[in-house]
């Protein structure tokens, strides 16, 4: 499997993501990149790869210029432009914060100016929200239409509409105001447009198979708008993380580290969250903002090839917590009572083992297994539930087979003659098939089988091996020729 790593350790911004994203072409693909850039079909704009270094390691910065400059260089009308986020990506992000005039006014002119099409924020930080008043602005459905005339493949253009909707609805959720009612800042929306539609088709010029992504550091502090000074990460910002479910942290570094692009990005692109896998790297790339930090400000992009098990397209890898204490002073039923609620609060497993206690008592260790998202909650259960006063955690890389159920129906038939009125008694069962890394398993549920047994007066063993062979019949799933027929007798 091709899979894309991205290290978010200092954040993300649309033009750190294409920078580093860029890195992984071959030479000819970075110059038909380069070309297609410049040939979108945006008046004025035009987009250069630099090389860049920060704390010793060297990359590529990527430069987005409307008119022969930078966004961050065009003069504002009426904010102040010397407001620093600290922090330096170069950010022409689309905070598309709202202009001097309340939104909530009941004048016509009323919107919301994005001052970033990552502006430079450079993880930057010049989180300058600039709105010149004498260039008109766009809705959002004037945004799609731009980017629908684009000279890009549609695959290309139907991705960056679909990441503007949601930037759109962040803004539109932070500001109270409807999403039609969201205006972009014509100089800002070009940059952005085109930070947003470069990393689009670089994904698509990369195509991986899977993208992979370290929780994201947010930055901490304030960053200052023209409404102000907002927390950091911004309410539009905080709206994708909590929308995506992308995982975050403040990080080491103070200032604004994650803006709403680079976040509508990660969550647009990102199909799961957590360490990089076991694989082969086959491309390194250093995506750098501006400004320098005490670690290499930068957004690293590893594209490798996990290993052929990990290929297996009916099987599943996963990261689970491995939660446990250890118990000495609970009775049996205390303890019955303490892994239900376990498994009310999420945990995917619940089981003990013995163990040996401090003064040779006779103990056990309770375990639960779960998922990052269901942590805390199972946590909180095993403090109220049990007499523990400390949990251990495990972060557990687990392999697990597909399952689906099928359902079979069995007769008085199918166990040898009977009286004619007991033929028409049937009993459906259910039968649990699993698949995965080259086998097939297949297990009829055990309460079904019990109840059909005592229904036609059989061991359960019998009902069993009449529900698998009824499973195996002609026409019955299997995989890669393997008899799950043959495997379960």
């Known amino acids: 499997m091709r899979v894309l790593y991205l290290d978010l350790g200092m954040g993300a911004a649309g033009d750190m993501l294409s920078a580093a994203l ?51 260089d065009i003069p504002s009308h009426a904010h102040d432009r010397q407001s620093s986020h600290e922090h330096e990506h170069k950010q022409t992000d689309t905070h598309f914060h709202t202009c001097a005039h309340d939104l909530r006014q009941e004048n016509d002119n009323s919107h919301a100016c994005a001052h970033d099409t990552e502006h430079t924020l450079d993880h930057m930080s010049d989180h300058d929200h600039a709105h010149i008043h004498a260039h008109h602005h766009h809705a959002l459905a004037e945004i799609h239409e731009i980017i629908g005339g684009l000279n890009l493949p549609d695959a290309v253009k139907t991705d960056a509409q679909q990441v503007y909707r949601l930037l759109a609805a962040a803004e539109s959720h932070a500001h109270g105001v409807e999403v039609d009612q969201i205006h972009f800042h014509e100089v800002g929306e070009k940059d952005a447009v085109a930070d947003i539609v470069s990393v689009c088709l670089l994904m698509r010029m990369i195509r991986p198979d899977k993208v992979i992504a370290s929780p994201v550091a947010t930055g901490s502090g304030t960053v200052r708008c023209a409404h102000g000074l907002l927390p950091v990460p911004a309410p539009a910002t905080a709206f994708i993380l909590k929308e995506m479910r992308i995982p975050c942290l403040s990080g080491s570094e103070g200032g604004e580290l994650l803006t709403p692009t680079g976040a509508a990005l990660t969550g647009f692109f990102v199909n799961a969250f957590g360490k990089m896998p076991e694989m082969t790297i086959n491309g390194i790339g250093y995506g750098m903002g501006k400004k320098d930090f005490s670690r290499a400000n930068c957004v690293r992009a590893l594209l490798g090839q996990t290993t052929s098990e990990e290929d297996e397209p009916d099987g599943i890898r996963d990261e689970v917590s491995e939660l446990s204490c250890n118990l000495d002073d609970m009775t049996p039923e205390d303890l019955s009572f303490a892994m239900n609620q376990l498994f009310e609060a999420g945990a995917l497993d619940v089981f003990t083992t ?96 019990a109840e059909a047994a005592e229904t036609f007066g059989v061991p359960t063993a019998e009902v069993r091996r009449k529900a698998l062979e009824r499973s195996c019949e002609p026409g019955k799933p299997t995989l890669k020729g393997v008899s799950s027929c043959q495997k379960n007798r």
Request: net charge positive; hydrophobic share 35%.
């Open 22 to 72: 860029f890195e992984l072409l071959s030479g000819k693909e970075q110059e038909d990149y380069l070309s297609a850039m410049n040939h979108l079909g945006l008046d004025g704009v035009s987009v250069q790869a630099e090389r860049s270094e920060k704390s010793g390691i060297t990359g590529t910065h990527m430069t987005v210029l409307v008119d022969g400059s930078e966004e961050a």
């Open 354 to 449: 013995p163990a040996g206690m401090k003064k040779s008592r006779p103990g056990i260790v309770l375990i639960a297994l779960c998922h990052r998202e269901q942590k805390a909650s199972v946590i909180k259960a095993f403090f109220t539930y049990t007499t523990t006063l400390g949990i251990r955690e495990k972060i557990c890389q687990r392999y697990i087979m597909k399952s689906s159920f099928e359902t079979v129906t069995l007769s008085r038939a199918d166990f040898g003659t009977s009286a004619p009125e007991d033929r028409q008694k049937t009993a459906s069962i259910p039968v649990k098939i699993s698949k995965g890394y080259g086998t097939v398993q297949r297990k009829p549920e055990f309460e079904q089988v």
